[in-house]
Nanobody, 126 residues
Framework: QVQLQESTPGLVKPSQTLSLTCTVS??????????WNWIRQPPGKGLEWMGA???????YYSPSFKSRTSVSRDTAKNQFTLQLNSVTPDDTALYYC??????????????????WGQGTQVTVSS
């Protein structure tokens, strides 16, 4: 059973860099043709796909976030990470990590993902 767990950064100040880590258990992030995604949901809005990293390390980004987003991984720790630079209060959202066994880039429906973390609330405020 694959399980995902996001880190909990909590409150981030404007202009800072948000760093989130997703720890995967139950399988290797480099195996089984998995794709590992970051998705967020701002208050009162729908899901927004931000980016992904594949089992082989290939990277994919939403054009909406590409200029200030970086996704990476630590295979030794079985983790993948999101860095979002220059955050503003508009980046306040519930952030999720999610896994796919078959890549469907940019999807924003819950059923398009096979595994979800529980989500972590990030608030950007001074």
């Amino acid at each position: 059973q694959v399980q995902l767990q996001e880190s909990t950064p909590g409150l981030v100040k404007p202009s800072q860099t948000l760093s989130l880590t997703c720890t995967v258990s139950g399988d290797s992030i480099t195996g089984s043709y998995y794709y590992w995604n970051w998705i967020r949901q701002p208050p009162g809005k729908g899901l927004e796909w931000m980016g992904a990293i594949s089992y082989s390390g290939s990277l994919y980004y939403s054009p909406s976030f590409k200029s200030r987003t970086s996704v990476s991984r630590d295979t030794a720790k079985n983790q993948f990470t999101l860095q979002l630079n220059s955050v503003t209060p508009d980046d306040t959202a519930l952030y999720y990590c999610a896994g796919q066994r078959r890549f469907r880039m940019g999807k924003t429906r819950p059923q398009d993902y096979d595994y979800w973390g529980q989500g972590t609330q990030v608030t950007v405020s001074s």
